[in-house]
């Protein structure tokens, strides 16, 4: 699992992301994308997080997970899914 980070690549927000991820106990790796990918995922991602499965071939597979509020069991539901490729 890769965590993906759409803001600007400013010191300040790279410090920001740094932060959060501390506090919340976010232990996997951090990827700051550069603008062509925040324009191709910007316009798919309307609540945070968004969680996307890929393949090995780099392809979006199963269904798009957004928000939790604390609750897990439907990320695991779909990432069971994406993996079984049942979607």
Do not use: R, W
Not at 2 to 16: C, F, H, K, P, R
Not at 36 to 65: A, R
Not at 73 to 87: D, F, P, T, V
């Amino acid at each position: 699992m890769v965590g993906l980070v759409l803001e600007d690549n400013s010191d300040e927000d790279i410090a920001t992301t740094k932060e959060i991820c501390t506090t919340a106990g976010v232990t996997y790796p951090q990827l700051i994308s550069k603008d062509t990918l925040k324009d191709e995922l910007g316009s798919k991602i309307h609540v945070t997080p968004t969680t996307f499965f890929v393949n090995k071939e780099g392809k979006i597979v199963g269904d798009t997970v957004t928000g939790n509020n604390g609750d897990t069991s439907k990320l695991k539901e779909k990432m069971e899914e994406a993996l079984n490729g049942q979607n």
